[in-house]
């Protein structure tokens, strides 16, 4: 377990996920066949390279999906109760096969839960690529244990 406990996250801080991860064309392509996403802009190269973009893109769901995986460790790993919810998801620049993604999580609220026993925590999860360029941003709310409530 090497997540963070309510008390451990500081609001204002932010934690640069020490893992990374290169977007291959095979991983897109399972995910929109998992979850039957068959928008063309994602699979369809001839398609794709009719578009302002020249080619395939990845797909988006994806690129959150992999970005909350990557965050997992330093946060939240096994002292989770739930996550909450994931608001105010953007994608200010498209991701293509190839990218490399890294991540950065900065802790914007957190309060105890009504019974005291655990903790809300809101973070701004911000997604770059290889070349630095913001790909994806959401706030990501979880509900997190307490040490001295944890089983």
């Known amino acids: 377990m090497t997540g963070l406990y309510y008390e451990e996250f500081e609001v204002g801080e932010t934690i640069e996920h020490e893992r990374s991860r290169t977007i291959s064309e095979s991983d897109n392509q399972r995910f929109c066949d998992m979850t039957m996403n068959q928008q063309p802009l994602h ?3 001839e398609f794709a390279g009719e578009t302002q973009f020249d080619e395939r893109l ?4 994806y690129t959150m ?3 909350v995986g990557i965050s997992i460790p330093e946060t939240t790993d096994g002292t ?19 990218d490399t993604i890294s991540v950065q999580s900065t802790v914007t609220d957190k309060r105890e839960t009504s019974d005291g026993e655990r903790g809300i925590v809101t973070m701004h999860v911000e997604v770059f690529n290889q070349d630095g360029e913001l790909v994806c941003e ?14």
């Open 43 to 45: 699979l369809d190269e």
């Open 58 to 61: 990845v797909n988006g769901l």
């Open 65 to 67: 999906s992999l970005a």
């Open 80 to 98: 989770i109760v739930a996550n909450l919810s994931y608001d105010n998801v953007e994608h200010p620049q498209p991701v293509f096969h190839g």
């Open 138 to 151: 959401f706030d990501r709310t979880v509900l997190s244990l307490k040490r001295e409530h944890a089983a």
